[in-house]
């Protein structure tokens, strides 16, 4: 069974690139989850991550896999 490496810095630049492509403003985003834009952009900008909650439903409310934001795939 072979070992995958996540980094966050693959984290980051994958949430930035599904955000950037899900059609939604970082505003609504924010709504959605119930989260300041500020915290938002310290999740894009990797000052801070989101708990496993709120990544959960980041990846429902910009419509994609976790796999694909933790480059699993």
């Known amino acids: 069974m072979s070992t995958v490496k996540i980094d966050l810095e693959t984290i980051r630049e994958n949430l930035k690139k599904e955000i950037?492509?899900?059609?939604?403003?970082?505003?609504?985003?924010?709504s959605e989850l119930g989260i300041s834009k500020p915290t938002l952009s310290q999740y894009l900008s990797g000052r801070a991550?989101?708990?496993?909650?709120?990544f959960?439903?980041?990846?429902?409310?910009?419509?994609?896999?976790?796999?694909?934001?933790?480059?699993?795939?």
């Open 49 to 54: 991550m989101p708990s496993l909650v709120t």
């Open 56 to 73: 959960a439903r980041l990846c429902d409310v910009i419509d994609c896999s976790a796999d694909d934001i933790l480059g699993l795939k």
């Open 20 to 30: 950037e492509t899900c059609g939604k403003t970082k505003s609504q985003i924010a």
